[in-house]
């Protein structure tokens, strides 16, 4: 399975934009790039993902470099709720069973 | 609408106990994951299923470990005789659609149940 690449920790104040990157230079064709985040004490919930085109939702953007290489987690405005462990995952387009393999993934703190 | 449940959410056994943790997927959702996290680490996938078909088992540790669904609905993650290194949080997550989905399928994760072993 390709390998993602995440800083271990990044910080915000409250009510500005955060980037989250990720790198994941092996990716083949048919993986998808999937964000979970993981609140404290809870399982990780979903958060956006994509294939090739920038992808906007209520909770994010997730903007994907032209080489597909490398992606960015947008957040607009970080809230003191958005401090979680974001987790940047590839999931094969085929011959998989779908499982998710995650990494260390970023924490992020948010200050108020 | 009611999420990925699972029981119980805390269980602290003695070393050589075994134990049976519960998970109870959104309804519908063919297909089913058990996960295990470290502490201070990123979830580590251990058995999936879709139905009652255990499709992909490479990931459980040890033949201690034995995951069950037979009715293609709940399922029942077993460590027989526990062992310290067992200790971590157990998460169970389902999705929608079978693995031929599973490129894109959203995965919804139930809040853990936390093992600590003696």
């Known amino acids: 399975d390709a390998k993602t690449t995440q800083p271990n920790s990044m910080e915000s104040n409250e009510e500005e934009p955060v980037h989250l990157p990720c790198n994941h230079s092996t990716i083949s064709g048919t993986d998808y790039i999937h964000w979970y985040r993981q609140l404290p004490s809870q399982g990780p919930e979903y958060v956006i993902h994509?294939?090739?085109s920038n992808v906007n939702n209520r909770m994010a953007s997730l903007a994907i470099a032209e080489d597909r290489k490398s992606s960015t987690l947008i957040l607009h405005r970080a809230t003191l709720r958005d401090a979680a462990v974001y987790y940047c995952i590839l999931r094969r387009g085929s011959g998989n069973t779908g499982k998710l393999i995650f990494g260390q993934g970023t924490t992020l703190q948010v200050k108020p | 609408g009611a999420g990925v449940s699972q029981s119980p959410r805390y269980k602290v056994a003695k070393r050589g106990q075994d134990v049976a943790l519960r998970c109870d997927p959104i309804s519908g959702h063919v297909s089913l994951f058990w996960y295990q996290q470290a502490l201070g680490q990123g979830p580590e996938f251990l058995t999936y299923?879709?139905?009652?078909?255990?499709?992909?088992k490479s990931g459980l540790p040890s033949d201690r470990f034995f995951a069950e669904r037979p009715e293609g609905s709940v399922s029942t993650l077993k460590i027989q005789r526990t062992q310290q290194e067992d200790s971590a949080v157990y998460l169970c997550?389902?999705?929608?659609?079978?693995?031929?989905?599973?490129?894109?399928?959203?995965?919804?994760f139930g809040p853990g149940t936390r093992l600590t072993v003696l």
């Open positions: 299923f879709q139905n009652e078909a255990q499709l992909d």
């Open positions: 994509g294939l090739t």
């Open positions: 997550a389902s999705s929608l659609g079978g693995a031929a989905g599973g490129k894109s399928d959203t995965q919804y």
